[in-house]
Every structure is written in C-alpha cells, then in structure tokens.
C-alpha cells in the first residue's frame, strides 16, 4: 500500500501518514485559544457549539455519546463497529487518538487521511478565528477536536456519530449534541484537579451528561458513582441500564454493543449479532520488542489507572519487572510516586519534551525520582516491563516502534462524497 497525505482510507490505497498533518495549523486551530487563555478563564462550552454551528450549519447528525474515566474509547469503537455491521455509515470521533490526531476521525472503521485533516483544520482555523471577540472564556483543544469532527462526520454524511468525550461530562463539549443514548465506562478519581476535589465531584460531572429522559448504559460502579448515577438519573427521569459484570474490557466491550443495540432500535433498524474486532494499539497491548523483552502500553494518568494497568500486567505475566511512566507535573505525580514504591517495583520517571504539556517537576521531586530521558525508554525495556502514562507518551512509543494505524475495525465499506469540498472519502 501506498501512502497519501489525502483522503480516507477505503477502496482506494491511500493510508493516512501523520507526516503530512500541517503541524503550525494545528496548533493554530487547535490549541492556539488555549494557550492565549488567562488565569482563572473557563472554558467556553457554548463558544465551541457557535463554532460547531459555523462549521455544519442546521444540519443535525445524531450521536452515541460515551465518557468515562478509563475505557471510554474500547465502548466507543465497539459501538461503531457493531452499529457499522447492522448496516449503518458510521462516524467515530475518539479522544485523544492513538497514534496521531488523525486516527480521532474515522468512517466505518477508516482513518482519516492528513489532506481531510488539513482542510478541516483549516475550516476551523477561519471560524476560531471569526468568534475570538465574542468568546466568554477559552476554546478547550479536546472541544475543537469533537466538534470539528462531528461536523466532519455530517459532512460525509454519516447516519449517526459515536462520540468519546475529552474529559468531562456536563462541561464537555459532546453535551451540545443530540443524542441516541448516553454510556459510561468506570468512574474513578482521576482528573481532580479539573473536577475534584473528590470522586463525588468527578462523578457528578461525568454523570451531568444525562439530560432528562435520555436512554443511559453504565457499567458496573462503585458505591459512591453508582449513587451519584441513579440519583440523578431519577431526578432528570433518565432510564439506567448496567451491563453485566465482568473483566474490565469485557464490561467496556458490553457497553459498547449495548449502545449499538439501544441505538440500531431507535431508528429501527436490526441490530448486528456478528462479533467484531476492534484495533486500538497501545490499550493494554502486550508487545515483544526485538530482543523477546515482553512490555505493555497501556494509558495511566493517576494511581487508579496505574493500579488497573498492573494488575493487567501481573495477570498476564505473573509478575512485573519494572514500571516505565510519563504524566505531565499538573497530575498526582507524588501520589503516583508513593504507590509505585508501596508495590516495590523499580520505576522510572520519563520526562516528555515538547508538545503542549508541562513536566517540570519540583527540585524534591526530581531528587525523589529516578529519572531517564525519552529517547532511551526502548533501550530500557527489559523482560516485563510497563509503559504507562498519557496518551502522548504511549503515541509517541507506538510510533517509535513503527506501528501504524488505517482501521479501527473492518470491512471496508468507504465512499461518500464529503458535501463539503471537492474531496472524496475512499
């Protein structure tokens, strides 16, 4: 296969090729309200769906909403693809990507070429830019994201768009769309300092989402979300239905069919009964380096995640040799720190330069950690080792170790002008 910077992959053999993304114009249009933002300035909401609205005018596509605090995106493409297999064009818009910002967009499995990427980005370059006057706060990049890709997806003209949320729930920006039914993978304390102090406050705003009589789907919660949940969902008269108990990507995976079943009947249409498979590199995936060292991927951003990816590591493993991490200085980095020294396990810090987050530590907290440069995390791993951490830490190892990523789940089933441009997807 050949590799373009345009189109989607589909029919044609084109493969999306993070190389090509224009980098200046994507952090123009992405980050760039953001980074002007001031201290103590909110996050503008309804700014982001005046620029949902610039971007697709009147033309409503309904979503599949889904957020979470960890497997948010395994429940969103298992969605898309059971709901691809009953026979419906699909548009899936994750958070964060994978590999780049260009597997975040997909059609019926099919990642978005750079080309699409950058003319979208473009679009929403023009429109950031014409509403900077009237916003009441910032622009939050995981908000563009979602709604840049929603009008994207109508665009293509898609039948219905799965929507991972960026953090959040209440205030993220999937909360402007219409909706089919709401999902939620577990509820833990992560993003506190966004949304805590406590779990109570994280799970009151991932549960915001709910809006009165919505269809809703949850995994199995923890005592207090699970109240949060059903009290809520009873004052906003939101029907609650829990998936089955399970392993943790079982209970993710049964989300996500669940949704797809609620979502299929709701335009009448029959559900799929095919199993599908999904491809989400860098989820918990176990690799094998040149050597035969065995490593896990996997994202963890507080002691919660990091706690889940271990105990997957030890189940497949029996054992875990050394811990490998990454999280910008605005995370528990101590609380991680004390976990990781409670399991005695040597670990090390991996500092991530450049980009849009901070990890400048405090001189403590650089003499408490052992610390090693990015470009020699691959040197290091050894035997059963575990690297964890934000997303772009684990995009940047993937792509290190040549992982690309065209599909998300099969068939291939593209072709759809976008109404848009001149463009063809596929």
Known sequence: MTTSCHGWVGEASEAPDPSCIDRELESRAVFGSW???KPGEKRDVQGAGEILEMLSGTRRTPSVLITGSKGKGEAATTAAAHLSNAGLRVGL?????I???LDRFSIDGAVVGAGTYNRWLRRLAGAVESQ?????????PTGLFTVMGHAMMTAAGVDVVVHEAGMGGAHDEISLLDRWCVGFTSIFAEHLDVFGPTLAHVAQEKFGLIRPNDVVWSVPQSQGPRRVLHDLAERRNAQVQIVAAGDFRTQNRALGEALADTACRAVGVSPSTEPVVVSRPGRGEMRVDASGARYIVDASIDSEGLRRTFLSALEAWGAVDQILWSVPAT????????WLDAQAIPHYFVPLPGGHLDYRLPQKLQE???IIPRDRVMDAVTDRTVITGTISFGSSILRETGVTLERLYGPVRIG???STDQGVYG
């Not at 818009?93 to 990507?97: D, E, M």
């Not at 900077?132 to 939050?140: D, S």
């Not at 995370?331 to 720190?337: H, L, S, T």
């Open 99 to 101: 590999i780049s910002n």
């Open 35 to 37: 980074s002007r933002r």
């Open 93 to 97: 818009v994750s958070s964060p990507g």
């Open 132 to 140: 900077r006057e009237r916003l009441r706060g910032y622009l939050a």
């Open 368 to 370: 408490r950690l052992r």
């Open 331 to 338: 995370k528990n980095v101590v609380g991680m720190a004390d």
């Open 416 to 418: 759809t002008r976008d």
